[in-house]
């Protein structure tokens, strides 16, 4: 399988837990996206990096979550101290630059109890 | 900030008629365009691109068309299949943000 993969596909964790998903990218890609997903709602993004430079973050993205890329290949997402808030789809996207093109995975979805 | 909108929350389509899902942008320097479609539980899957220096692109029984005059971009699906049911969403980027912009979504619903 050359795609994106993402995991665990399902997280239920209880409130002020800590969570982490992991995004394994097309090998290729120098592009790593991460989304957020509610139910109904288009995704909203949260950080990108390239390589393994972290190059934004949007201000959706709380000191309690941090998102990682060591070695330019796959990234990690932690929540810390989670909320029920926090409950969505947490979707991982990968691009080669020229293309621009995001191949996305099928997404962590987390429950926040 | 800026944003790409869908003008339909929902689309219900007789099985084999043409579909036409729209898409108002607000992002002037929007270069590129992708249309995805995402089923139920899953992530959005790449149905097809263009970018603002053309105003039509053909795929397999899917056309996108961009309007840069009045900032909107459509999607024809010829021939509506019962397997297009999921929502469709527009995204753009800009090449000085780099990053893919979703908007809401419209649900294609095709009627057997």
């Known amino acids: 399988d050359t795609g994106v993969s993402q995991n665990p596909r399902h997280k239920i964790t209880k409130r002020g837990q800590n969570v982490t998903f992991r995004c394994d990218p097309i090998s290729e890609h120098n592009r790593l996206y991460w989304y957020r997903q509610t139910l109904g709602q288009g995704p909203e993004f949260l950080t990108y990096f390239q390589n393994e430079a972290q190059l934004e973050k949007s201000r959706l993205l709380s000191d309690r979550f941090s998102a990682e890329r060591p070695k330019g290949s796959f990234s990690t997402l932690e929540i810390q101290r989670t909320e029920q808030g926090d409950s969505a789809m947490y979707l991982c996207?990968?691009?080669?630059?020229?293309?621009?093109?995001?191949?996305f995975g099928e997404g962590s979805r987390l429950t926040v109890l | 900030g800026e944003s790409v909108g869908l003008h339909l929350p929902t689309l219900s389509v007789q099985e084999g008629d043409n579909s036409i899902i729209n898409c108002a942008y607000s992002n002037s320097a929007s270069d590129y365009f992708i249309w995805y479609k995402q089923e139920s539980g899953k992530g959005p899957q790449f149905i097809i691109d263009i970018r603002s220096n053309m105003d039509k692109r053909q795929g397999q029984r899917v056309t996108v068309l961009l309007n840069k005059t009045v900032k909107h971009l459509s999607l024809q699906i010829a021939a509506t299949q019962p397997g297009d049911s999921a929502v469709y969403f527009c995204a753009e980027i800009s090449s000085n943000t780099g990053k893919l912009i979703f908007g809401q979504g419209t649900t294609l619903q095709v009627k057997p």
């Open positions: 996207a990968s691009s080669l630059e020229q293309t621009g093109e995001l191949f």
